[in-house]
């Protein structure tokens, strides 16, 4: 006999649901006009957090503009924004960094490792291509005058200041991340000191109103950085690939060379011409008329010059080391070689003229090899 197999219907559709979960329904429709509702009230406070804040209209030869000025609100807006770093850090950990390592399986200290250059591969290549994006529509690479005249550069355009305001809350948002990833201790006093020099720099650059150049600085250091963390991550997949290093010293040598020039060409020669030379803070106006003392720009570039001495000395350091070990261990391989091929030639052969069997010799035909003792008769 057969059945006839009754439907199931979706339990979405189901008549319990829709009567059980009738009040389930409403109660989310009311919710949702309740969002609605305190959204319009807290739409003012929510872009206090969301937006950069200090907008002015600044009339240009092209008609009023709107543009930035810095200010305590600011604060408000990178805490913001060092929440949603720690957010992507975590899903950037959770979802590529986390499966790549359970597939290496590295060491305590090259987990960490390459936990950190993970991350600053995802945060350099992101810098790196929005910060070239922002210097070329601004038009700081094509009109190189522009990093100085003129200067004090209060007003900024909206995407000049929410990058700043987004480097700063990532380089902030580092230092939780230090309990967070749990970091050795090893390693805290140079990951603060690399957090603590960015931060300086940028924030510097940000208050005393040499944005342009900051960018352009920031975007040499960063191109460095990422070929460095890229070089870092290959190693640690494949130990005997360090092409990417070499491809790296190219590229630091690079923008240190730029690095140091932009410094001497826009402290040397661009700002001490500069036709407000007097000191005004309200105007943003903090040091330029002290460019125009020949001694001071002389000491500003010479401290300029050997901290970059400096780095390229560090830089020589490491390269020597990291070549004398390279060499090292290819000419233990072809000790070991050479060794290991001599001990092959200056084996003895032994030939046998039969075959073993349960550790006696025996002859091909089956018999003894050794010699019978012919009896007497």
């Known amino acids: 006999m057969a059945f006839r197999r009754r439907a199931k219907s979706h339990p979405l559709f189901s ?13 989310c429709l009311v919710l949702s006009v309740l969002i609605a509702l305190m959204f319009e009230v807290t739409a003012k406070t929510a872009f206090l957090f969301i937006l950069p804040q200090y907008n002015v ?20 807006t990178i805490l913001f924004y060092i929440i949603i770093a720690i957010t992507l850090h975590a899903v950037v950990q959770e979802y590529a960094l986390d499966k790549i390592n359970r597939r290496l399986h590295l060491s305590k200290v090259k987990h960490s490792k390459f936990n950190e250059s993970g991350q600053l591969v995802a945060f350099h290549l992101t810098s790196v291509i929005w910060c070239l994006y922002v210097v070329v529509t601004e038009g700081y690479i094509s009109n190189p005058r522009s990093l100085w005249e003129n200067y004090p550069h209060v007003y900024l355009p909206f995407q000049v200041k929410f990058f700043y305001l987004c480097q700063l809350a990532y380089w902030l948002h580092a230092l939780p ?6 970091v050795r201790k090893e390693e805290i006093p140079r990951q603060l000191r690399c957090i603590t020099l960015y931060l300086v720099h940028i924030a510097g650059a940000y208050l005393l109103n040499l944005t342009r150049l900051g960018l352009i600085l920031l975007l040499l250091q960063y191109l460095a950085e990422l070929f460095f963390h890229m070089a870092r991550l290959v190693y640690f997949t494949d130990e005997n690939n360090e092409k990417l290093f070499n491809v790296w010293a190219v590229v630091f040598v690079v923008t240190r060379l730029f ?6 060409l826009v402290i040397g020669f661009g700002l001490p011409r500069v036709e407000s030379q007097a000191l005004d803070p309200e105007r943003g106006n903090f040091f330029s008329f002290l460019f125009n003392n020949i001694l001071f720009r002389m000491s500003v570039l010479l401290l300029v010059c050997l901290f970059q001495a400096s780095v390229m000395w560090r830089f020589i350091h490491f390269q020597l080391r990291r070549w004398r070990e390279y060499w090292n261990e290819q000419s233990s391989r072809k000790r070991a070689t050479a060794a290991t091929g001599t001990k092959q030639q200056t084996k003895p052969l032994k030939r046998d003229s039969g075959y073993h069997e349960n550790g006696v010799v025996k002859a091909e035909n089956g018999t003894s090899p050794r010699t019978k003792k012919l009896k007497s008769p």
């Open 15 to 27: 008549q319990e649901f829709l009567i059980h979960n009738h009040a389930d329904i409403g109660f």
């Open 57 to 76: 209209s600044v009339p240009t030869a092209e008609g009023e503009q709107v543009q930035y000025h810095y200010g305590l609100k600011d604060l408000v």
């Open 177 to 182: 991340e230090l309990y967070f990833q749990k």
């Open 259 to 264: 690095t140091l020039t932009l410094y001497i």
